[in-house]
């Protein structure tokens, strides 16, 4: 089956060039069937974080912005999402959240994902039924424990706490360590050996990595192999430092981590 998406940015383009996608795709499937949906302009990536038993009871851990990717594959996350998430906004958009988990009646972990576009109007767009990568900001901004949630709801108990317990504290980066170039179209290709490592630490410095000094990167899995979590009273006093490349002495022989060449905004 051949498919093509066309951008229409007025009504008059959209009725001459759907007429144009239908003649198009007839021939190939016999079905000239056009699908529109609204196109948004620079949206945010906002997820928010949920929980919910067997007994009902579900609840939010807040937001998380995942705006920052390549090849639509998350690479920066930050938790609570900067700098446009009101208390309005963000109490709108759990509720949401929290309305998908409902009437699914879905329990367990889980994120709800969303578009946000300018002038506040938010979309829904897929809920992951388990937990994430980025999972870890929320951990530093709450405090609680998510592996330990998810499994105790899996085994039949009930979250041992009420929304309003649940509070932010402060602010979390996570940078995800890929290997891959980016000045070579991220490639990942051949594999790498890492020559030379020194892992990052300190207060309020999180590392997930399985990597070590003469580790061989094997070509056949995901290109992350690590990540790097910071947390800090407020945003710009994060020490993680993820997007200003301080994953300190780290070097690959083909590879430079990404997080060398992206700047915080």
Known sequence: MVSACRLWRTRQASRKQSRRVCVSRRPHSGDPTVFIEKY??????????????????????????????????????????PPIMTDELRERMAESALKVTKATGYYNAGTVEFLYADGGDYYFME???????EHTVTEMVTGIDLVRQQLAIAAGEDIPFEQDDVK???????????????????????????VRYRSP???????DSGIHMGYSI???????????CGWGGVREQNPSSACEGRYLSMSFLGYRPLCRFITPS
């Open 218 to 228: 094997p070509p056949m899995y995901d290109s992350m192999i690590s990540k790097l």
């Open 40 to 81: 948004l302009v620079k949206p945010r990536h906002i997820e928010f974080q949920v929980l919910a038993d067997q007994s009902g009871n579900q609840v939010h851990l807040f937001d998380r912005e995942c705006s920052i990717q390549r090849r639509h594959q998350k690479l920066v996350e930050e938790a609570p999402c």
């Open 168 to 194: 932010l504290n402060g602010h979390a980066i996570e940078c995800r360590i890929n290997a891959e170039d980016p000045l070579n179209n991220f490639q990942a290709d051949p594999p790498g050996k890492i």
């Open 201 to 207: 630490g300190g207060p309020g410095i999180r590392v």
């Open 127 to 133: 809920m992951n039924t388990r937990l994430q990568v």
